[in-house]
């Protein structure tokens, strides 16, 4: 057991190396971030899309500026607006690229105007389950970005394909320790969960791991230096407008950077988009809440065994199999129960 921890060890020492301490100084060269897509600065900035509400609203305030859509709006009282978002080019026009398309599908399905609420309850539903329009934004930003010599294709695919296979070695191995300790074959709870908790971090490591080309790493550099300068920055005040805001480039990138403004707030529920976040808090604390659970579960398992016969103890696994794929039916009928 201490073999393979040591042999995890080296793996992730040798994984940060290889794709976390860069090989060549990064060179501060001032590029000028405000002619990148917001869509693109969103995604360096998560490496990814995900489920991200910011990324899909900050793209919405580009197209605007790009006169794709047009926003209109109407004061409904102090501090408060409503507006409808207009359709205001061709969905097929050769000006447009994949991942503007993927917007323009997610705002206009049907007709090709949206008010502010319906847009708010698309939103809203979008946190509710995974929408196909987040992965297919993703794939588009992705062949833009190697397209543009930003993200290195083959370094991307090995890094795929390392994270992988990591992934389903990972699965077996832990699994089969797990039963090799609870059968007692193995001893030692802490060494086990020493091993997990490295594949885990290997895991991760890889997920994270940097795939840029020198073009990319510099915008990304750059990317960072923005954020940092403009993380205070506040676009609406007396003197300003909210349409007047909707046409800035500026507040766009801040949307796009999770830089939360008055503006923000103002144009979009901020309970949706923090909602969002918090989900995602909750499905990483849940991950490791039922990780914790069958850990404890199978060292007391172990214990119970202690004392019994080879039958019994086969008897008891094949019943708690059974248990657990009763439980898992049970949690799928009611999640689809719910989505109705």
Known sequence: MIILILINILIIIYTY???????????????????????????????????????????????????YIKVEYEKKGLGKYNYTIKQNIDISSDELNDYEIVVLNFLFPRKLEIKKSELEERLKDTVKIYNVQFKEMENALNKELIKQGIINEEKQKVIAEKTKRNIKIS???????????????LNGPLYLLVYILEKVIITILLIKANFYTAKGQILKYNIINYKDENRNQEFLSAQSKIEDIVQSKEFAISIALHINTEAKRTFINYDITKKATKTAKI???????????????????????????????????????????????????????KRR
């Open 283 to 337: 499905t990483l604390v849940s991950v490791l809440i039922i990780f914790i659970v069958m850990f404890s579960i199978g060292i007391i398992i172990s214990k119970i065994t202690m004392a019994m016969t080879p039958l019994e103890m086969i008897g008891m696994y094949g019943l708690s199999a059974i248990i657990g794929a009763l439980v898992a039916d049970i949690t799928f009928l009611l999640s689809q129960k």
């Open 171 to 185: 699965i077996i191995l832990v699994i089969a320790l797990i039963i090799l300790y609870m059968l007692h074959i």
């Open 17 to 67: 190396f290889e794709y976390y301490r860069s090989k060549e100084e990064i060179k501060n060269e001032n590029q000028e971030i405000k002619d990148t897509d917001v869509a693109v600065i969103g995604y360096i900035n998560d490496q990814g899309v995900g489920n991200n509400l910011d990324l899909l609203i900050a793209e919405i305030i580009e197209l605007n500026i790009k006169g």
